[in-house]
């Protein structure tokens, strides 16, 4: 299913992402008249597994996840987009697919580009392409993270490091979303989601509604995280941060 196309008088600006914003004015102009605005709504299902991507898509709010599906059906979420990424990057890595579907997670907009588009701006060598691979360098290093993570730490440390890199894609301290569909994303029992967050909420990290949970004491859920959090971040300020436009 693809996004819709959004035409309202007052979109979103596209420098909301981070990548477009890093762009010269030349660049930004040139492709400015190209970049389509497309609704992301929640349980939106961008790319299934194996698609011949046509798209890719610059998120100025909202989360992406990017999911892998197992033959019985259980899944896991490799990796996290928001405003500081882009969606589709085999397109321009030469794949032309990827083996993980991209769901929409927390409801927002994106800004797309052609396959055509893409491609032409990576063959000119300039500043997209530069800050397209080194946020892929990034993402590479998110989703060797997560398995890590997965791996090798507890559920409380895992839960905990999936609310800190949402809330730093929402800049909110409210993730809407059902302990059902945390435990899809992480691979785990929605009975162990229940336990976890009902632990942060007794020891008053956390408040719990229906469909939504609110973040209130968000340095001492940094307290309970493993190191994976902070691996993540700072890997992506150290390839993106720098790569910055100067105001």
Known sequence: MSPTIITDDLPPDPKQNLIIAALSDADYKRLLPDLKLVELPLGLTISESGDHIKFVHFPVSG??????????????????????????????????????????????????????????????????????????????????????????????????????????????????????????????????VTKVLGQLESDKLIARGRGRITVLKRRELEKRVCECYAVVKDEYERLLTGNRKSK
């Not at 259980?74 to 882009?86: C, D, H, Q």
């Not at 927390?106 to 701006?121: D, P």
């Open 63 to 192: 989360i992406v996840s990017m999911v892998y599906s197992l033959e019985d059906g259980s899944t896991s979420a490799t990796a996290l987009v928001g405003n500081e990424g882009i969606i589709g990057i085999s397109i321009f890595m030469g794949g032309e697919s990827l083996p993980t579907s991209t769901e929409v997670q927390s409801v927002g907009y994106a800004y797309r580009l052609s396959r055509k588009l893409i491609k032409q701006e990576f063959s000119l060598g300039g500043k997209l392409q530069h800050l397209a691979l080194l946020y892929t360098q990034g993402l590479l290093a998110q989703t060797s993270q997560v398995a890590v993570c997965n791996q090798h730490h507890n559920l409380e440390q895992q839960v905990c490091r999936w609310l800190l890199m949402t809330l730093d894609r929402l800049y909110d301290n409210k993730v809407v979303i059902t302990q059902a569909r945390i435990g899809q994303l992480l691979g785990i029992r929605r009975e162990s």
